[in-house]
């Protein structure tokens, strides 16, 4: 199996900081991709930042600038710096791998999600 534990979610002010870490362990051979997704009430869950396969990044247009996302390709993390929030930016956000596991299949896995809430 595979595991991805979040953190880093809160309360922020607009204007404030998070960051947001994504581990990943379990029957890994090797992460495709890796990314960050997030969900407003009663909207679609969104790519906010991810690495494609070709190890390009990229960012929603509403948060270039702002965020920034890394990755440990030893560690199999992937943190998103969330500056300058908004309040627009509440929702859950959620981490996205797509790999491949020790017996060679291809599967993709969601973190449980973690709330940012962005509110003076």
């Known amino acids: 199996q595979v595991q991805l534990v979040e953190s880093g979610g809160g309360l922020v002010q607009p204007g404030g900081s998070l960051t947001l870490s994504c581990a990943a362990s379990?029957?890994?051979?090797?992460?495709?991709?890796m990314g960050w997704y997030r969900q407003a009430p009663g909207k679609q869950r969104e790519l906010v930042a991810s690495?494609?396969?070709?190890?390009?990044?990229q960012y929603a247009d509403s948060v270039k600038g702002r965020f920034t996302i890394s990755r440990d390709n030893a560690k199999n993390t992937v943190a998103l710096q969330m500056n300058s929030l908004k309040p627009e930016d509440t929702a859950v956000y959620y981490c996205?791998?797509?790999?491949?596991?020790?017996?060679?299949?291809?599967?993709?896995?969601w973190g449980q999600g973690t709330q940012v809430t962005v509110s003076s």
């Open positions: 379990g029957i890994i051979f090797s992460i495709n991709t």
């Open positions: 996205n791998v797509d790999l491949v596991n020790i017996w060679r299949a291809r599967a993709n896995y």
């Open positions: 690495f494609t396969s070709n190890g390009r990044i």
